[in-house]
């Protein structure tokens, strides 16, 4: 799997050829103006929830390049009504290709659009392909249903939101990953607005401390696991 960091909570996911959107906003994000949205391929756009910071650039995105909507049934309703193609599914469901499969896993959060319809409960997503899983827990508080997952899923990687305010902060996602049983982590939802503001070198000492890495990447760099 090939990761790059478009900003906020948004990454792109490229798996054999095959190239997965997660909760783009980029035109609404200062921090990311240097990416062109007209180049980003996606040919599943996943969504953790409604919130504008989530899902700001879905219509622009679909509409060009024909990607399919993978959420809750109300998110996915939602843009049906719109003529925008999507499958939805809901907490424990797995929707499968033959290049991946990505579960939808509980998330403690809100979610509604921004013009006030009702975007169903959040929730995160297990993307497994061959032999490596991915975890993105959406924007979440730390719960005790993580434990779940490494149940039935050896994770690779997670990622984690860390600005805390409006979800886990970074002692929380260090607990996280005891749960996940998963010690690698990219972090996403800190620094773009001042309630979520961290210090990021501190947010790796702490991880560092509990013997946990803590990958921060920077808005257009990518990684591979």
Known sequence: MN??????ACFGIEINGINLLVDPFITG???ASHIDVE??????????????DHVLDVELIAEKTDATIVSNYEIVMYYNAKNLK???????????????SAKYVNAIHTSSFADGTYGGQPGGFVITS??????????????????????TTKLTASIFPIGDNFTMG???AILACDL???????????????PIEINTEDAKKQFSIKDKELTLLAIGESITI
């Open 3 to 8: 990761i790059t960091f478009y900003g906020h």
């Open 29 to 31: 994000n200062s921090l």
């Open 39 to 52: 180049m980003i391929k996606a040919d599943y756009i996943l969504l953790t929830h409604a919130h504008q």
């Open 86 to 100: 999507g499958h939805p599914v809901n907490h424990g469901g797995t929707f499968k290709t033959d290049k991946f």
């Open 130 to 151: 061959e032999d490596k899983s991915l975890y993105i827990a959406g924007d979440t508080a730390v719960t005790m249903d993580m434990k779940l997952i490494p149940m």
């Open 170 to 172: 970074v002692e929380d």
């Open 180 to 194: 996940v049983e998963c010690n690698k982590v990219i972090g996403c939802h800190f620094n773009t607005f001042p």
